[in-house]
């Protein structure tokens, strides 16, 4: 796994805007790409995912985008709620090998009232 | 997610004294971790296996051990306790050959304090 000893960055959104939660990855082998939620005092939940072989996935409310070209992962949540409070990671892997997940450093999101 | 649960969910102890952390799942996974989470940061990897004969050191390993009694039980043990090992530990599955990948199902978390 990456070193993740940094603090996390903080995004504060307006309730009922739409949220954008950005994410470089490390790995150029990196086919298979995860999005995860933590709410506080709970383990993180998976979100979305989306393989190398796309470049946009939807969810219910969320998108994930994958921009292979310069490593970066966006995950898209429309019209923001409260209950969306969270920190979010992205990790990435590669399918059907023994390497492990590379966990990004995650990204608190704030939502305003 | 209630498949993975953990034991005990909150914890004190003293400088010194050994603990263990219990998890245990129901998904049939293979794939189980320990991860260890301080305040305002991320996931770290402490072990991690992918079989019952399979133990592998994460990325802060020193000051830990672990066992893997069953492919349904990974245990995280703490020999000698210090105050900077205190921290919400999480267990997690996995199952690379599952619908979505190798994408890990994470316990309620361990939260562990060391006086």
């Known amino acids: 796994g990456e070193s993740v000893g940094l603090h996390l960055p903080t995004l504060s959104v307006q309730e009922g805007d739409n949220s954008i939660i950005n994410c470089a990855y490390s790995n150029s082998a990196s086919d298979y790409f995860i999005w995860y939620k933590q709410e506080s005092g709970k383990g993180p939940q998976f979100i979305i995912d989306?393989?190398?072989n796309m470049d946009k996935r939807q969810g219910q409310r969320v998108t994930v985008l994958l921009n292979k070209t310069v490593k970066h992962l966006s995950l898209q949540i429309a019209a923001t709620q409260p209950g969306d409070s969270a920190v979010y990671f992205c990790a990435e892997n590669i399918m059907d090998s023994n390497y492990q997940l590379i966990w990004g450093a995650g990204t608190k999101l704030i939502i305003k009232p | 997610d209630a498949d993975v649960t953990q034991t005990p969910r909150n914890r004190i102890t003293k400088t010194g004294k050994r603990i263990m952390l219990e998890c245990s799942q129901t998904?049939?996974?293979?794939?189980m971790y320990w991860y260890r989470q301080d305040p305002g940061l991320g996931l770290q990897l402490i072990y991690y296996s992918f079989d019952v004969k399979d133990i592998n050191k994460g990325e802060i390993s020193d000051g830990y051990s672990v066992s893997r009694q069953a492919q349904a039980k990974f245990s995280l043990s703490l020999e000698s306790a210090i105050p900077n090992q205190t921290a919400l530990y999480f267990c997690?599955?996995?199952?690379?050959?599952?619908?979505?990948?190798?994408?890990?199902?994470f316990g309620p978390g361990t939260r562990l304090t060391v006086l």
């Open positions: 989306i393989r190398s």
């Open positions: 998904k049939g996974h293979d794939r």
């Open positions: 997690a599955t996995s199952d690379p050959g599952g619908p979505t990948g190798d994408t890990q199902y």
